[in-house]
């Protein structure tokens, strides 16, 4: 997939995520989820776990603009 592709596959996955945090965090709180075409494709609570996830869930391990964040509702873990 192109790069300029990718991007705007990765931006539409993060809107998603800002449309809906609060429900997103209500039900992932203390996970890492993956986003992709407009819905969670996994949620774990480390970054290997969901990578595995992923992979089990799409039977390939390719970065294609899916969005991982991390859900958390402790602000002392966010970043600045």
């Known amino acids: 997939m192109a790069a300029q592709a990718t991007l705007k596959r990765y ?3 993060r809107e998603y995520v800002n449309e809906r945090y609060d429900s ?3 039900s992932h709180d203390g996970k ?3 986003v992709r075409d ?3 494709l996994a ?3 480390s970054i290997k776990t ?3 996830a ?3 869930a799409t039977l390939f ?3 294609d603009g899916t969005a991982i964040i991390y859900m958390t509702s402790d602000t002392s873990s966010m970043l600045l």
Do not use: Q, S
Request: glycine share 4%.
């Open 61 to 63: 391990d390719v970065d």
């Open 38 to 40: 407009g819905r969670v």
């Open 11 to 13: 931006l539409a996955n």
């Open 43 to 45: 949620a774990a609570p």
């Open 50 to 52: 969901l990578r595995e």
């Open 32 to 34: 890492y989820i993956a």
């Open 54 to 56: 992923i992979k089990r």
């Open 24 to 26: 997103l965090l209500h």
